[in-house]
T-cell receptor, first 113, second 112 residues
Framework: TQLLEQSPQFLSIQEGENLTVYCNSS?????LQWYRQEPGEGPVLLVT?????EVKKLKRLTFQFGDARKDSSLHITAAQPGDTGLYLC?????????????FGQGTRLTINP | DTEVTQTPKHLVMGMTNKKSLKCEQH?????MYWYKQKAKKPPELMFV???????INESVPSRFSPECPNSSLLNLHLHALQPEDSALYLC???????????FGPGTRLTVL
């Protein structure tokens, strides 16, 4: 069974601080995705990382994929209250014509003004 | 149109009822998915349809019955559910194996 361990599960910090969320697995995935989910809505994809060692930036968010493609991190610089939400990492395994996502437990992030 | 729509948004049903959840997308995606999400937990995959054929059933109890009538529609038929089946049911679609999954807003189901 492929499992993703995400940490921390809860994080509450002040506006302007930096933070890092980690996603670790004992399995290798073909790619790894990060989602953000608002209450009462479905997850929305932020980024997909595919290549070991890859780094992607999305404004103040920086995503890294480990060299062995088993772990990933999300770093937010100068967090804003609008960053508040549930962040989910998901390992991707391709199937025939589809894909299987295995989600981490999620990090519930609160940015206080 | 980059939207996955789900109806109803909320559903309350008794344990003896039969109801159906509906999911629709018009993005030409050939893979569609059902997930179950309990409160404060991540989504858990239930079913995967690829080219309108069921390709994965994650050992879901038979009281949940999926159906894919055509490439744009995905249904989840519910019968004799238990209170512990109360959850947010999410539908998603993707173009193929290596593409982004688009999620719908979900149906919040309460079983009394």
């Amino acid at each position: 069974t492929q499992l993703l361990e995400q940490s921390p599960q809860f994080l509450s910090i002040q506006e302007g601080e930096n933070l890092t969320v980690y996603c670790n697995s004992s399995s290798v995935f073909s790619s790894l995705q990060w989602y953000r989910q608002e209450p009462g809505e479905g997850p929305v994809l932020l980024v997909t990382v595919v290549t070991g060692g890859e780094v992607k930036k999305l404004k103040r968010l920086t995503f890294q994929f480990g060299d062995a493609r088993k772990d990933s991190s999300l770093h937010i610089t100068a967090a804003q209250p609008g960053d508040t939400g549930l962040y989910l990492c998901a390992g991707v395994s391709p199937l025939q014509g589809a894909q299987k996502l295995v989600f981490g437990q999620g990090t519930r992030l609160t940015i206080n003004p | 149109d980059t939207e996955v729509t789900q109806t109803p948004k909320h559903l309350v049903m008794g344990m003896t009822n039969k109801k159906s959840l509906k999911c629709e997308q018009h993005m030409g995606h050939r893979a569609m998915y059902w997930y179950k999400q309990k409160a404060k937990k991540p989504p858990e995959l239930m079913f995967v349809y690829s080219y309108e054929k069921l390709s994965i059933n994650e050992s879901v109890p038979s009281r949940f019955s999926p159906e894919c009538p055509n490439s744009s529609l995905l249904n989840l038929h519910l019968h004799a559910l238990q209170p512990e089946d109360s959850a947010l049911y999410l539908c998603a679609s993707s173009r193929a194996a290596y593409n982004e999954q688009f999620f719908g807003p979900g149906t919040r189901l309460t079983v009394l």
